[in-house]
């Protein structure tokens, strides 16, 4: 077997010192970046490793959102809170596995930003049991300036406040996605120099699609502009869109976004009425914003079919949201879809 020599690739560290440099990224926050990055080759170990490490299946309690959580996911929220707390830019984290958010104990410092981080560790966690794709997802965003102590209401902005946002995905192979405001670019996890590299740089979703991503099972709750769009995509070449789609489900919003940003596609997780009481299935502060953020940068568009979902404005850190994202001119046509619905 050929090997390429990975040393072409340029290793996510000297990327981030690059972007610093060019004054794309704040200096400060290249530590939390690549702690962030460290944490997530680790989760992609533990995750390989589950079986071995006695790390597999339930641990037989719940999340804030009333899941039953794997024992993997405790363990993937661990190793990020310990991958991150020493960092002495973040103030506070909040996780989709912690009821409650958390500080540091990090003072603020007159010199350089604070920051926020957000995140759900594993995602797609019911992968885990068939060996299918999971990720991890977070969002980071400036702490206020202050000496005073941060709570809840600090995280409670909306996602165009995000300055940096970013998932891994573990598949076949580890890959690490990130944005700070500059496009999209993708590093790929090499094991024999155990450092994400950059090969995926400035990533673009193409702007039309054949291929849409929903949980068909859901279809009797949906609301009607959806209803109407998945209709016409199954009706394919003899319906109104004059065309054949294609549809997937992978169950793990990591692996569907990555899929988007690969080939185009669009996402929907929509309002719909299985729950009146919740306004969606995803969570909006470290789902739903950072990767509507990452898509975004890549030339797609992301909506819940009323407003941009980074413009909403969060109530709490766990609050859930509708999500349609992915290819641009799909998203025109489903909010066309939620307009005329509307009017109506
Ligand atoms: O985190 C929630 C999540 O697991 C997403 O990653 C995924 O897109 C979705 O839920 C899967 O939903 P369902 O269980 O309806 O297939
Ligand atoms: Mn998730």
Request: net charge negative.
């Amino acid at each position: 077997m050929t090997h390429i020599a990975t040393t072409k690739y340029i290793a996510l560290s000297s990327f981030l010192a690059n972007a610093a440099r060019d004054e794309r990224i704040p200096a400060g926050l290249i530590k939390l970046i690549e702690s962030v990055a460290d944490a997530c080759s680790s989760i992609a170990t533990a995750v390989e490793r589950g079986v071995f490490d006695g790390a597999s299946g339930n641990a037989h309690s719940e999340n804030i959102h009333g899941e039953a959580q794997k024992k993997l996911d405790v363990v993937s929220n661990d190793i990020m809170m310990g991958a991150v707390e020493s960092v002495s830019c973040l103030r506070g984290l909040a996780s989709e596995e912690l009821e409650s958010v958390q500080m540091t104990g990090h003072e603020h410092s007159a010199d350089t930003p604070d920051y926020l981080l957000l995140f759900d560790p594993l995602d797609g966690s019911s992968n885990l049991e068939i060996s299918g794709i999971v990720g991890s997802i977070f969002s980071v965003l400036a702490a206020p300036a202050t000496d005073a102590v941060l709570d809840e209401s600090h995280f409670l902005q909306p996602g165009v406040k995000q300055v940096c946002a970013g998932y891994a995905i573990y598949g076949a192979t580890t890959m690490f996605v990130l944005t700070t405001g500059y496009g999209v670019d993708g590093f790929t996890f090499d094991g024999e120099s155990a450092s994400f590299v950059l090969t995926h740089p400035q990533l673009q979703i193409p702007e039309n699609t054949r291929e849409f991503a929903i949980n068909m099972s859901n279809e009797r709750y949906w609301e009607e502009p959806v209803r109407r769009y998945v209709r016409e995509c199954v009706a394919g070449a003899s319906g109104p869109r004059q065309t054949n789609f294609n549809m997937r489900w992978i169950a793990s919003m990591v692996a569907e976004v990555h899929r988007i940003l690969m080939r185009g596609g669009v996402f929907l997780y929509p309002r719909d009425n299985k729950n009146p009481q919740l306004a969606g299935r995803l969570r909006l502060t470290y789902e739903a914003n950072p990767m509507s953020f990452i898509v975004e940068q890549a030339g797609g568009m992301s909506t819940t079919g009323e407003m941009p979902i980074m413009e909403v404005q969060p109530d709490h850190v766990h609050q859930r949201v509708p999500v349609i994202l992915g290819s641009r001119l799909e998203v025109e046509r489903l909010l066309r879809y939620h307009d005329e619905a509307a009017a109506a």
